[in-house]
């Protein structure tokens, strides 16, 4: 059993790593695979699902393979694998980073400057901060907080528990390869197809836990639950509105409604109809619901992992019953 310990004591270090440390300011292993994967789209590009397609095998299995001997590489260190899980996770992760960058726009919202919270809103979404007034630039930021929370905590947790460095390294590779060339730009409507549908799937299990552990912690059980059933199904991602959904009726509010990205509107349904609108106040609330859901989601990971390690001690150990009462009996 200690061997399958590995993933909780690594997970829960790098979770830890990443509340202490949040993300480097420079060489941030993500960033490198950013530019590996923009180098790979610029020998690679075409105008056509299958090269997408081929760039996301690329990208995302070298990611995959990458963990794969890493992990092999340390397997007889139990040190080494733990040190190398916690170092994954916190690569991976970006929970600290994510509230920092909330707050600081709520900071800035606070004090009346809405010409720096708009300069900020870039560097947690992709909505166009010019188009958005004070009460707008909130509400982005509460729904980039709960769509965040599933895509740089949670998701990963789930697939470091199902994959181990492996499933980390490769959920964070497709998440990022989404935010690359999954969006629906003239360039990329077709390339980028194969990777936004892919981190469509990778992002499932992840986003109903998110969502599940926001009914949880958050201060309105039923208000999420309520939400979430209503109105989820209504937003165009199929992960994003189940996060979305009950994160607006965990804390209350009411998100959704006209957005602009790069000088494209679009008109998204109301989450949570009958909550209010988004104060500043409302930033603090759901960077703390994050945090929240973020602890929880590694005790579930970690209780998954340890199960299934105990699965598969018990099985092994029947295994060997039974060699033993046939060699016996021969």
Not at 159 to 168: E, M
Not at 294 to 317: E, H, I, M, P, S
Request: glycine share 16%; with cysteine; aromatic share 6%.
């Amino acid at each position: 059993m200690c061997a399958d310990r590995d993933f909780a004591y690594g997970a829960a270090a790098g979770l830890l790593g990443d509340l202490l440390l949040g993300d480097p300011r420079r060489g941030h292993p993500v960033a490198a695979f950013g530019r590996a994967a923009g180098a790979v789209e610029r020998v690679l590009w075409r105008d056509h699902r299958g090269w997408g397609a081929l760039h996301t095998l690329v990208c995302a299995g070298g990611a995959v393979g990458a963990g794969v001997l890493a992990s092999f590489a340390v397997r007889r260190s139990r040190a080494a694998s733990v040190g190398l899980t916690a170092a994954a996770t916190w690569a991976v992760v970006g929970g600290t980073s994510l509230g920092r960058e909330a707050r600081a726009i709520g900071g800035a919202l606070a004090a009346g400057d809405v010409d720096v919270a708009r300069e900020r809103l870039p560097h947690l979404c992709g909505r166009d901060p010019e188009a958005l007034d004070a009460d707008g630039i909130a509400r982005a930021v509460v729904e980039s907080v709960a769509e965040n929370t599933s895509d740089a905590v949670v998701g990963a947790l789930v697939w470091g528990a199902v994959g181990g460095v492996p499933g980390l390294l490769g959920f964070r590779a497709v998440n990022t390869l989404d935010a690359m060339v999954g969006h629906r730009s003239p360039r990329h409507l077709r390339y980028g197809w194969a990777s936004a549908r892919l981190d469509d799937v990778a992002g499932w299990p992840g986003a109903r836990l998110t969502a599940a552990l926001a009914v949880v912690a958050g201060g309105s059980p039923r208000g999420a639950v309520r939400a979430w059933r209503a109105d989820a199904s209504k937003h165009p991602s199929p992960n994003a509105g189940v996060v979305e959904a009950s994160f607006a009726g965990a804390l209350g509010v009411r998100l959704g409604g006209t957005l602009a990205y790069a000088g494209r509107v679009e008109h998204r349904p109301v989450l949570n109809g009958g909550g209010r609108a988004v104060a500043v106040g409302d930033i603090e609330r759901a960077v703390k619901l994050s945090r929240r859901v973020g602890w929880l989601a590694l005790g579930v990971a970690v209780a998954v992992d340890l199960a299934r390690g105990a699965r598969t001690t018990q099985r092994k150990g029947q295994k060997q019953w039974q060699a033993q009462r046939l060699g016996g009996g021969a």
